[in-house]
């Protein structure tokens, strides 16, 4: 199948306007169509309404910016961010945007390394490189960034990522007893505080209480797209899913959430069908670990390609973004604040200590997807994911589930090695 001609829209102006390299970031934009023409374009039986999300990436540079300038100019606060621990609910609160400014490209990563370790994580160096480079106009039309302590590279990252924009940190307890719960609803307070300085005014309890909902529907729309691709055949391809899940984090909740309910329509007529975008019977993998920030499609790209299909991401860019509600019962601006605390603190990220919940989870979501093996993903220099590997290991080797794990960062130059392991790997869960 023939890739479509596809274009990723420019607004030179509007990106002059926000102090960018132009002529570089135009060259990233071309890059990113070309990536995206023959990676999801040329996917044969996709979903009709995916027409959304190829639209949103085609305005991820233009329109979805002018949209966050108006909320800007209105007064309200425009707020990046870099973990799922970051409570958006309270941005949504104040009527402003919380916009992921993890870096998933390797084309930054060089303006990092001319100060920046080069022996760290780099999804770490993609994001400070875009700053650096005044490569993103994300980053550019920001009002502050709101950094936390969830792993060495990124807590003294902050530190010099402050000398290019207004940068606050969150600190995130690694241990989850009464005390770094306490601990960390201070922070929210803390948060929430910067959040009303920007916007000028104090949010009212009402105004959070529209915000969790507005957020725990966004949430439901994704695990309702989860549920579905644990059908066989796979409505929907991993790619296309991973795509939705990296696009959750810029687009306005609202109307995303209508979107992928009405994507989600069309899955159940394909269920029902049993169209599929793979052969019933096609090996079915699930990924946990690290996040693919946008565009990272790599290894999904690897695996669809050998004639896999993903069915899960136990991950942050995944089911660790979207498993957890925040109860809408509580009244009042403190007990929603503890509700909001209670379900961020469900959060199984590696950084904590112990972290047994996670062995859990990824039996739990191996099982509901119906996969029938797991790569376990880690970027490079991710130590405590690259550690806590070793249980989630001998947890799929107990229970008897294929398992390949890998070790990887955003250049192209492992992926031939990586194909082979992942073929040997697919003979494995097709026996
Ligand atoms: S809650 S996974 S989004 S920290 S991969 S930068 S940990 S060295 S991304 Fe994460 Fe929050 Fe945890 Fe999720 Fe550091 Fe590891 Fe890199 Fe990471």
New binding site residues.
Partial sequence: MTATRFEVKADPAMWAGLDMDVARFDKARQMLAEAYSTMYLAQSGRPEKMAYFDNMISGIFESRIREMLEVKKAGKPVVGT????IPEEIVVAAGGVCVGL?GGSPGSIPDAEKILPRN?????KSAYGFKAGRICPYFQAVDFVYG?T??D??KKTWEILDRLVPTYVMEIPQMKRERDRTLWLNEVHDFKAQVEEVSGRAIAAEDLAAAIRVINDKRRALQRLSRLRAADPAPISGKDALLIEQIAFYDEPVRFAAKVNELCDELEQRVRAKTGVAAQGAPRVMVAG??MALPNWKVHNLLEAAGAVVVNEE??IGS?YFKDLIDENRAGLERQLEALTDRYMQ?D???FTPNDERIDQVLQEYRDSGAQGILHY??Q?????NIEEIRIREACEKEGIPYLSIETDYSPEDVGQLQTRIEAFLEQVSD
Avoid: G
């Avoid at 870099?82 to 621990?85: E, K, P």
């Fill in positions: 870099f973990c799922v621990y993890c760290i994580c780099p999804m770490v936390e969830t792993c590279a990124k690290t996040p991950s942050c660790r959060i990220c590696s950084c880690s970027l220099f991710c130590h405590t994911y």
